[in-house]
């Protein structure tokens, strides 16, 4: 049977990091790979994990089972962060379970959606690829909507007619912040009209919060998503530690559900246990056991959102060099600077794309998606220099 099986296409990111470390250049810049890199181009556990780790490996007395849920600590401990201190689950009406990663919950998240009748999932373009993967994979349709405007905003058109011609079993995929791969948020002006039209319209948004607190900050972050349920009667959130607790490889995320009415909830994460039975049992328990330990002591939790404010601040600092460069050959740079998080579109064509590469030892996706956090004091006037070499 297995023979049958044909090649797939390699993933054209891995495969950079392939070609990068094969460089001899000791000047190339890695701008590819989606993880946080400090100014000395490093991706550390933060130090309230490791503290938080330690704790862990001293106290933790058993690791039997604890069932498809997972840590319900974990998943309880971050809702006043995602959903608001004032009412963490909306009067009963959210419940969450731990996933594994982000990935996991936008794979819970669909495939519950498919169960309840969901046939179209709308998906501003460009998009995270796995989002379209993902929906593929269990059979359901994508519907794509234009993401970005030429000027480095959000087409607020594309994602007006998109909730305009909506029909039912719909769901509106939405990047809660830092859009990867654009950087491109809506402001909290387009959030409030979006949540107006979500109100009226039959669409169930599902909201992929992978990058809290590394735009304009935890709170700040927030916005768009507690906007759109307090105007909607049920929503899903798909959230990831991955990035803000620098976790990644631990695979730490969660599935949250907001009911029409708290009555239902039971029934609802019925199907999302017993999905998660199907698919991984139970999702791994290192990492959200450390998240809890975290958030469940105030000088952790200090400790981390300072972390986390220095991480921020410097890919801000990043981005204002950029805008401040602004014009690098026929690329403007300035809306790099109002664009939030690890990711920007930079506007190369393949063929620059390709061009950087070899002339400069400068990495990026094919696409011209760039990693913000790749770029540092010591190699972001390179960056910009190349960009004007090859986009002259
Ligand atoms: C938009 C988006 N959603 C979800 C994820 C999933 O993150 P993870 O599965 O690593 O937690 C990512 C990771 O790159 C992402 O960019």
């Given at each position: ?118 046939k179209r999932i709308v998906v501003g373009n460009p ?266």
């Open positions: 049977m297995l023979d049958q099986l044909e090649q797939q296409p390699a993933d054209a990111l891995l495969a950079l990091i392939k070609l990068h470390n094969a460089d001899p250049r000791s000047d190339k810049i890695d701008l590819g790979v989606g993880v946080y890199r400090t100014g000395q181009g490093e991706t550390p556990v933060f130090g309230a994990i490791k503290t938080a780790e330690r704790i862990l490996v001293d106290t933790q007395d058993s690791k039997a089972y604890l069932g498809p849920e997972g840590d319900m600590g974990f998943v309880a401990a971050l809702m006043p962060y995602i959903f608001g201190k004032d009412s963490p689950d909306m009067g009963g009406r959210i419940e969450g379970m731990q996933t594994p990663g982000g990935t996991g919950s936008l794979r819970l998240a669909l495939a519950m959606a498919k169960r309840a009748g969901a998009s995270w690829p796995n989002h379209a993967q993902i929906c593929r994979d269990l059979g359901l349709d994508v519907a794509e909507f234009n993401h970005a405007s030429p000027d480095g905003t959000a087409d607020m058109a594309g994602v007006r007619k998109a909730i305009a011609e909506a029909q039912a079993g719909d769901v509106l995929m939405l990047h809660g912040c830092c859009h990867n791969p654009t950087g491109i948020d809506y402001t909290q002006g387009e959030w409030d009209e979006i949540a107006g039209m979500l109100a009226g319209s039959p669409m169930l948004p599902l909201i992929d919060m992978a990058y809290q607190g590394l735009g304009h900050g935890m709170e700040q972050d927030a916005y768009g998503l507690r906007r759109v349920l307090v105007s909607v009667p049920e929503a899903l959130i798909s959230y990831s530690c991955d990035k803000n607790f620098g976790l990644y490889r631990d695979r730490v995320g969660a599935l949250y559900v907001m009911a029409r009415d708290a009555g239902d909830l039971p029934a609802i994460m019925s199907h999302g246990h017993a999905l998660a039975r199907a698919n991984w049992s139970q999702p791994p328990d290192h990492g959200g056991a450390a998240v809890r330990i975290v958030l469940e002591d105030e000088k952790l939790t200090a400790q981390w959102l300072d972390e986390l404010d220095q991480m921020r601040t410097r890919m801000r600092q990043m981005r204002e060099r950029l805008a401040a460069a602004g014009q690098a050959g026929s690329i403007d740079l300035a809306p790099m600077g109002q664009q939030n998080g690890l990711f920007s579109i930079v506007g190369l064509t393949g063929e620059q794309v390709l061009a950087i590469r070899e002339k400069h030892g400068v990495y990026m996706a094919g696409s011209s998606r760039i990693n913000i956090a790749g770029l540092t004091s010591g190699n972001i006037d390179k960056f910009i220099d190349a960009v004007a070499d090859v986009a002259g």
